[in-house]
């Protein structure tokens, strides 16, 4: 478990605006199943559903409690494509294949839909999503990467340009923006907890506060836990980076990224609709970003910052709104109620790392912090693959991934230097 982590999800709005109505014992004894899943994120929720409606028996394995993760704890944003730029799959495997790729992002919000509305989810689903560019450089880049997009991938956006700002977001921030319909936000922590009730009402047997300590792979694999193991046919891990590592080889593709968000008071609809009328979600377009939205409560939900160690900031909530206030100076007054982080699991070009460790052991890992659609996605596709069909995984487990450089040891420092610079890149735009 990554030291610190605890502290970092004390003060979450989204746990403490949620009832867990479900409680789901930890694993006493052994067990026999076809699929054992692990990690009760929106991944492993995800495969563990997608499974079981196929007709597999399927254990899920939660370390913690049900959405503990990165799942029950990020900004809410929904959004079409990946963490990298398409450019970056288009490389690797052919225009055709990132088409493919980009069409299931946006499978993945039709399934967040469908989801919802086949498992009565309520989960505060808004609408709306705002690319910001802050200075000309950065709008003249956001306007060209519409068109292209538009021509390229047939994906519709609305270029808004300066003069424009003002009527879609109360600050002087920014120089352009992308408003893409399609795109949204919603309650990550009330999304959760409702695709693990769906999954847990199919048959999918849940056991939290069970960490897997050890696999032994083979036809039968074998996975232990303190006071039971789990025999099954078939493994999915889905642990991202908050466990015990599990698969070293994997662990060294991915990388701990510490990002953190505020939670403020309230305010009236009338202020709230004043800042962002469309009430869309809004992510700027820098390196090191500030991404924000209002939730349904008509609080100011402003995440940002990255850290690269598991330490937690000193001063979180300060710091956090003094971010905040560079974009709505006029929030000052505003209480800061909530500040919490997490860790999201970056690789090194930032396109997600799907695979198998062997013909029964798959994995889903490196959302790099896009995940919030994408995990639904991919657990419907290891189940496909496991059900026979690996088409569509198999167009991600071609990407190619590497390790960070130097090791576990030396990898930090390397990231930090090149967050440097991808920083100082943001200042000079
Ligand atoms: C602060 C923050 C903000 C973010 N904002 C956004 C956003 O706005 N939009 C977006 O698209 N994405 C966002 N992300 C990223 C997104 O949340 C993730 O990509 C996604 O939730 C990953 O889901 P997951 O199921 O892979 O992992 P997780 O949700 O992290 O789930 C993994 C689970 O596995 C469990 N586990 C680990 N090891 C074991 C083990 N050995 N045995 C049993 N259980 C184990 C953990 O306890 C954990 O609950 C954000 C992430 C963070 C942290």
Redesign the pocket.
């Known amino acids: 478990m990554l030291k610190a982590d605890e502290k970092l999800t004390q003060n979450s709005y989204y746990a403490a605006s949620v009832q867990r109505t479900e409680s789901h014992p930890p694993l006493r004894g052994d067990l026999q199943v076809d699929v054992c899943v692990?990690?009760?994120?929106?991944?492993?929720i995800s495969a563990a559903l997608e499974l079981q409606q196929r007709g597999f028996n399927v254990a899920l394995?939660?370390?913690?409690q049900i959405g503990?993760?990165?799942?029950g704890?990020?900004?809410?944003?929904?959004?079409m494509g990946l963490a990298c730029d398409i450019e970056v799959i288009e490389a690797q495997l052919g225009y055709e294949a990132a088409k493919q790729v980009f069409a299931m992002t946006a499978e993945a919000i039709a399934l967040i839909h469908e989801r919802c509305a086949t498992h009565a989810i309520d989960c505060e689903w808004q609408a709306g999503y705002l690319n910001a560019a802050i200075g000309p450089k950065k709008a003249k880049t956001l306007e060209q990467w519409v068109e292209q997009m538009r021509i390229r991938y047939g994906y519709e956006q609305q270029f808004i340009a300066k003069p424009e700002v003002s009527s879609w977001i109360q600050s002087n921030r920014f120089t352009a923006l992308a408003y893409d319909p399609l795109s949204g936000h919603l309650h990550p922590l009330k999304y959760t907890l409702g695709l693990a009730r769906a999954a847990q009402s199919l048959g999918v047997q849940i056991f939290e506060e069970?960490?897997?300590q050890r696999i032994t792979q083979g036809e039968n694999a074998l996975i232990y836990t303190d006071h039971g193991a789990v025999q099954c046919k078939q493994v999915v891990l889905?642990?991202?980076v908050?466990?015990?590592t599990?698969a070293p080889g994997l662990d060294a593709r991915i990388m701990p990224v510490g990002?953190?968000?505020i939670g403020s008071a309230p305010m009236s609809k009338a202020r709230a609709n004043a800042l962002i009328p469309s009430r869309s979600a809004i992510c700027d377009t820098n390196f090191v970003l500030d991404?924000f939205r209002l939730s349904a409560d008509d609080r100011m939900i402003f995440?940002g910052r990255v850290s690269y160690s598991t330490v937690t900031p000193m001063n979180l909530a300060p710091t956090m709104k003094a971010r905040m206030l560079k974009v709505f100076p006029q929030l000052s007054d505003l209480q800061v109620q909530y500040a919490w982080?997490?860790?999201?699991d970056i690789t090194m070009n930032r396109a997600p790392d799907f695979g198998r460790l062997a013909n029964n052991v798959y994995y889903?890992?490196g959302?790099s912090?896009?995940?919030?659609?994408l995990?639904g996605l991919a657990g419907k596709l290891v189940a496909q693959a496991i059900a026979g069909d690996a088409e569509r995984f198999d167009v991600f487990t071609r990407l190619k991934h590497h390790n960070f450089p130097g090791g576990k040891l030396l990898r930090l420092p390397a990231l930090v230097a090149a967050m440097a610079w991808y920083r100082l890149r943001d200042l000079l735009a």
């Open positions: 692990i990690g009760g994120g929106l991944a492993g394995l939660e370390a913690r503990f993760g990165a799942s704890r990020n900004g809410g944003q929904v959004i069970t960490a897997a889905a642990g991202n908050y466990g015990t599990l990002t953190y968000i991404y995440g982080g997490g860790f999201v889903l890992q959302f912090g896009h995940g919030l659609a995990t």
